[in-house]
């Protein structure tokens, strides 16, 4: 059974517009846990064991409600309705214009805008026999001037083989786009270890080709070889040796990882002095690494100082921008009568 020895504990999380926020923690019989909450469907802390049985929390987040109600990274966060950029917030669906709030300094619309799903009260399901928690959202027609009603679930899974599983769903009554994915920032040496530990993890995504981005991070509309250039992560590479290499700074690309539907092991990232492996896992046909070069300096949980390169995200979505890429393999625009179905791992070893 997948819920066995799965422990689920509820608690207050804060208040928000006469919403109580709740917490909800999952912890398995190796001790690794995480903690969700539904503001957002945040994942909130992420606590894994080392290589010799010493646990710490591997991503960024914070010790209260008032932390995300005021956070701007999307940090630990459901991303949606559109994971990524969409170029001017501009996009076309069923022959009609629409044009999205803008939230970025160049002009773009970013993960759904402003007040997109990181920015709202879930409906929550506890699932003691799964060993899951679900978080479900109807996003209405017009929201952050999106078409169309959309009803959404995430469903968190702790597996007792040291996984977080996330299974994403959604309808939708009239044409929109629908890119979810999760937004949490990992450092496997600890969410508060800073940019020098995360320089010496090695970084392996399984891409043949990646799609390369204009200065505002728009994807060009090429999809090009990796082979040959700094993106060839085929074989694992000291982040370190290779970020420093990248004009911009850092990653925030998008890497060409496979068929959608197919779920498959397409990253590795590995900390030596911890002994921490995670491996992902998805079924989406693209995979965001985001080295966190725009972050800012914030406070965040238990006194660290979260500052720029201190962890990186890995996104699997739809391709960044697809609503106006009618090259890439999936526009991210679901109709009415289809099911959004996604499903991604994060899975944790040691060595």
């Known amino acids: 059974m997948m819920g066995e020895n799965i422990k689920i504990i ?18 398995n019989g190796n001790g690794m846990s995480t903690s969700l909450t539904n503001y957002g469907a945040h994942c909130i802390s992420l606590v894994v064991p080392d290589k010799h049985g010493k646990m710490d929390d591997v991503i960024f987040g914070y010790d209260s409600l ?23 917030g501009r996009m076309t669906a069923d022959g009609k214009q629409y044009r999205l709030p ?6 773009n619309h970013l ?3 402003p007040l997109g799903f990181h920015k709202r009260v ?14 479900s959202y109807y996003s209405q027609h017009g929201e952050m001037c999106y078409p169309g009603n959309v009803i959404c679930s995430v469903t968190y899974t702790l597996t007792p083989d040291n996984a977080l599983k996330l299974d994403y769903h959604g309808l939708v009554d009239a044409p929109t786009p629908l890119n979810l994915t999760n937004h949490c920032y990992f450092n496997l040496a600890g969410h508060e270890a800073g940019s020098s530990e995360l320089f010496d993890h ?8 990646f799609v390369p981005n204009d200065q505002r991070c728009i994807p060009t509309g090429e999809i090009k070889p990796v082979h040959g250039t700094i993106y060839d992560l085929r074989v694992a590479k000291r982040l370190g040796d290779v970020i420093t290499k990248l004009s911009r700074g850092g990653f925030d690309e998008n890497f060409c990882v496979g068929d959608i539907g197919t779920l498959r092991h397409v990253a590795a990232v590995s900390h030596t002095k911890s002994g921490r492996i995670m491996d992902v896992h998805t079924d989406m046909p693209g995979l965001v690494l985001y080295t966190s070069y725009m972050f800012p300096d914030t406070q965040g949980k238990q006194g660290a100082l979260y500052r720029q390169h201190g ?4 996104e699997c979505e739809y391709y960044p921008d697809a609503v106006n890429h009618s090259n890439f393999p999936d526009s991210g625009i679901l109709n009415p009568g289809h099911v959004y179905r996604q499903t991604t791992l994060y899975k944790f070893r040691q060595e």
């Open 10 to 27: 509820e608690e207050d999380f804060g208040l928000y517009n006469d919403s109580i926020i709740k917490k909800f923690t999952l912890i």
């Open 66 to 88: 008032d932390g995300y109600l005021d956070d701007s990274q999307c940090v630990g966060a459901t991303v949606g309705r559109v994971s990524g950029r969409i170029a001017n």
């Open 102 to 107: 803008i939230n970025t300094p160049d002009g």
């Open 111 to 113: 993960h759904g805008g």
């Open 122 to 135: 879930w409906n929550y399901h506890i699932d003691k026999d799964k060993g899951s928690v679900t978080f």
């Open 202 to 209: 090695k970084v392996a995504i399984f891409a043949d080709h």
């Open 311 to 314: 962890a990186l995200c890995l």
